[in-house]
């Protein structure tokens, strides 16, 4: 039990899956355990049941007249304010935006920010590709510098928005690293674009499902201009992002997607746009995806939002701890973080150790660059060989360089720390016996055990689905 209360017994019997048994190496049964929440999250129970009384109740929304109509209508609605309530903000200043996932969210924006010749956007060095791709083909991309550890200097940062200044229309910066967790302190890097008149997008993906956000009042100097995130990350996998920012960048220009639902009248010759948020959500919208992150959104407040935070805090400082006991085992990343890890062990390649704790331990994780490929290259030092074999067109035999990542969640337990450093310790005292256990398959880029019949596996699953 934490401080006000959060049980995470209780919470654990809310996770859909939590006792799921996966088929292992030699025809085993293992208990999952799942360390990849930076991914995505399991959905919730009550959430589930939630969704399957309103499925009763589906129906398109707006401008249906049919009573179906109406309450879909009314809860597609209330869902931006539940929504706007969990992050604090204005919906007299500020659209609440419904699309798939952040990345849609953040390629919405590069689309709606209105840049003309010579502007220019300053994003981290440790951006995750979706607040990196979509800038780079709309405008002038500048990049902040990082120290020795892989966190964000705060000088560079300035110093390039006093040299970008009056060019630089915004600054991307991520909440939380997926990488090494790191926390960016987002009002004072908010306060400082808007020093230098550029506005501040906060990519939320993994700072929203472990920290409590607040955007601010717009008269607040770390105020949020826009904020990106995702249900799928925060116990809501139903395939609903949001974007929130101020409506007035939305009401200017077309729309990258126009058709039903976007418009207030067509005419032959002219089309009148319908206001925000409207205007940016064409066609029939995922309604139970809306309802399912709202009720999510509504279900964790209940339990706890700031005390589910300190509990990751606790565990995640346990696993560090843990992790410390492994020989051979570096960390990346230092000073504040979410609940996310990523390591190697010595002598064993990344995909190698994800392999091994999937097939014989039972654990679910991430092994690569996590879609953050500079970010990553970064921290292990520039290793160059695998990214001159693409540039040269050649057959890349040496599987990609990478880490292996852990992300934690307020169901994880101590218990379950326990197994992982358990598994990693055998691996590092019997390196090259668990090497010869395992064939790397190049096309795949993913490690396989000698004796194991994936044909068997996928027939397993199946009758495991049904």
Known sequence: ?????????????????????????????????????????????????????????????????????????????????????????????????????????????SYRIGFKPGDQVLVSGMEHHSNDLPWRSRVRVNYAGLDEKGRLDLSDLEEKLKRGYPRTRLVGICGASNVTGHINDIHHIAALA????????????????????????????????????????????????????????FEQGIPEYAGGGTIRAVHSDAVYWADPPEKEEAGSPNVLGVVGLADTLSYLKKVGVGQMSEYEASLTEYTLNRMSEVRGLSVYGDGPRVAVISFNLAGVPHSLVGAILC????????????????????????REQFFEC?????????????????SLAAYNTRAEIDHLVEWLKRISGNRQEFIRRYRYDDLNDEYLPRDYDVAMLSSRLGKSLY
Request: net charge positive; hydrophobic share 35%; proline share 6%.
């Open 359 to 382: 097939y014989e331990a039972g654990i679910g994780l991430r092994t690569g660059c996590f879609c953050a490929q500079p970010y990553v290259r970064y921290l292990m030092g520039e």
């Open 194 to 249: 808007h020093e230098y008149r550029a506005q501040v997008l906060v990519d939320g993906a993994q700072l929203v499902p472990h920290h409590p956000i607040d955007m601010k009042p717009i008269f607040h100097p770390g105020h949020i201009d826009f904020l990106a995130f995702s249900g799928h990350k925060i116990y809501a996998p139903y395939g609903c992002g949001v974007l929130i920012g101020p409506r007035d960048t």
């Open 1 to 109: 039990m934490g401080r006000a209360g959060f049980c995470l017994k209780d919470f654990r019997r809310q996770i859909v899956g939590i006792d799921m048994k996966v088929p292992g190496k030699d025809r085993r049964r293992l208990k999952y355990i799942n360390f990849d929440n930076a991914a995505s999250t399991p959905a919730l129970e009550p959430v589930v049941k939630r969704l399957q009384h309103h499925l009763k109740w589906y129906s398109g929304v707006h401008r249906g007249t049919g009573y179906k109509s109406l309450v879909s209508t009314h809860e597609y609605n209330r869902s931006r304010e539940v929504i706007a309530d969990f992050v604090q903000a204005d919906l007299d200043h500020d659209a609440v935006i419904f699309l798939k996932n952040t990345t849609e969210a953040i390629n919405k924006l």
């Open 390 to 406: 693409l540039k040269s067109g050649g057959n890349c035999k040496e599987p990609m360089p990478g880490m292996v990542r852990i």
